[in-house]
């Protein structure tokens, strides 16, 4: 040892080290064995560690959770709104289990609460409003009784208010209106009653808005739009008059617009349109005049575009392409005049593609199965080429298809087949070749099969069968071999398998 260098430090740090490495090897045993009293008392309905993790994102919440009493945790875990509570503690650790206990006894949470407590004291608790409130609440904790209360009992959140609360002291709770204002305040907390009632008092948001608050100040609020605006502005809070108006008030908007804003000054607003811009923007805020514009004056989008603006200048809206362009934009935002353009340029969307673009170049699109693929990238945003391409390429979709590619490789894509796997794959992207042969070779979707696969190997698939099971798994996916053999062997077609 050199005569330098005092030995002491050196042990001590040796000995800290140690020291750290065993205080992490108990949290961490503690951790485990703590984790499995929690699954062991969480209900069927978690089918993931998602409820436990969400709430233990620190370092100081995991070595509380392992000096738990494992009987807190069961009863935390065992909980029916173990879901609910879990959102409301992400991050913030597992609950208190007297605090929890008080939260969930409190009784303007029950079914049917107007403001008695003893009223409602048998009923059970309102699992929709607890929902809205752990929206609300989320990552902020368990909201105490007071906050509670304050909340629940603003006379602007009951069916009919018009501004007067006492017109409105013996109604119900308005709970779309509860559920668009959780939307909206979500991660936020609960807001407060000047926030809500400035929203509520909104003239742009009553029937028949044109921009005099004044003209629509005994019309009820327009739901729909309401629903529109808190979709657009979930997880941002409560959207300024200013902004509101400033978006409805966009002549872009309005019935008939062809980019000229004088000419629709007195229209009323296009509902179907503001859903589609709505879903597109969905949690990304109210967008702005430029970018609403200049999505809705791409040549593109106009009935009859081949890849020339000109020759559609004076052409309407291709509404159900919008529809397309939305559904797969959704929570995505308005997507660029290139993204879309590069899309319906694709030689593979158009009638009678086999795969080379050129003999199609002047064909129009195929509606069919653009809509198709729509639903599969339902919120994916627009699909790339060659992912698109490599799907529409497979040989197991084209009509005949037995197992075999080469025999149809001149065949024309099976359309009842791509509408029965978009309606299974709905919102899950495009499905790969493994998957989609997989399910294609099913011997049990043949016609006649009994449980012998042998005994149907040469029988074509029972189409009427296929279109059962695509309905049953709607945005599921492709379901495996022992699930649908299963399904078939019961004798009969149910949900929930």
């Not at 004291?121 to 906050?147: E, F, W, Y």
């Amino acid at each position: 040892m050199s005569r330098g260098i005092p030995p002491l430090p050196t042990v001590f740090l040796a000995l800290d080290r140690f020291n750290d490495i065993v205080t992490k090897y108990q949290v961490c045993s503690g951790y485990f064995q703590k984790a499995g009293v929690f699954f062991s008392a969480v209900g069927k309905t978690i089918d993931n560690t998602g409820c436990l993790t969400s709430m233990l994102k620190s370092k100081g919440s995991i070595t509380l959770f392992t000096s738990m009493n494992d009987g807190d945790v069961a009863s935390i875990a065992a909980s029916p709104l173990i879901k609910q509570i879990s959102s409301m503690c992400h991050g913030k650790g597992l609950p208190e289990k007297a605090k929890l206990k008080a939260f969930l006894q409190l009784d303007c949470l029950k079914k049917g609460w107007q403001g008695i407590d003893e009223a409602v004291k048998d009923q059970p608790l309102d699992r929709a409003l607890v929902t809205n409130i752990s929206s609300m609440c989320h990552g902020k904790g368990l909201p105490n009784k007071a906050q509670v209360e304050a909340f629940l009992r603003l006379a602007c959140l009951r069916e009919g208010w018009q501004g007067i609360d006492e017109a409105v002291k013996d109604k119900p709770l308005d709970r779309d209106l509860v559920t668009h204002i959780s939307s909206m305040s979500s991660s936020k907390g609960l807001p407060e009653k000047e926030k809500v009632e400035a929203f509520m008092k909104l003239g742009c948001l009553r029937e028949g808005w044109q921009g005099i608050d004044e003209a629509v100040k005994d019309k009820p609020l327009n739901q729909g739009l309401i629903s529109h605006i808190s979709s657009m502005s979930c997880g941002k809070g409560l959207p300024e008059k200013e902004e509101v108006e400033a978006f409805l008030k966009l002549a872009c908007l309005k019935e008939g617009w062809q980019g000229i804003d004088q000419a629709v000054k007195d229209k009323p607003l296009d509902q179907a349109l503001v859903t589609k811009i709505s879903s597109m923007s969905c949690g990304k805020g109210i967008p702005e005049k430029a970018k609403v514009e200049a999505f809705l004056k791409l040549a593109c989008l106009k009935k009859g575009w081949r890849g020339i603006d000109q020759a559609v200048k004076g052409q309407p809206i291709d509404r159900a392409l919008v529809t397309r362009i939305s559904s797969m934009c959704n929570c995505k935002g308005l997507p660029e005049k290139a993204e879309v353009e590069a899309f319906l340029k694709l030689g593979c969307l158009k009638q009678g593609w086999q795969g080379i673009d050129e003999p199609v170049k002047d064909q129009p699109f195929d509606q069919t199965l653009v809509s198709s693929i729509s639903s599969m990238h339902h919120g994916k945003g627009l699909p790339e080429k060659m992912k698109l391409e490599a799907f529409l390429k497979l040989a197991c979709l084209k009509q005949g298809w037995q197992g075999i590619d080469e025999a149809v490789k001149d065949q024309p894509l099976d359309r009842v087949l791509v509408s029965n796997i978009s309606s299974m794959c709905n919102g899950r992207g495009l499905p790969q070749k493994a998957k989609v042969e997989a399910f294609l070779q099913l011997a049990c979707l043949k016609q006649g099969w009994q449980g012998i696969d042998e005994a149907v190997s040469d029988q074509p698939l029972d189409w009427a069968l296929v279109s059962k099971i695509s309905s049953m798994c709607n945005g599921r996916g492709i379901p495996e071999k022992t699930k649908v053999e299963a399904l078939l062997k019961r004798g009969g077609l149910k949900w929930g398998w």
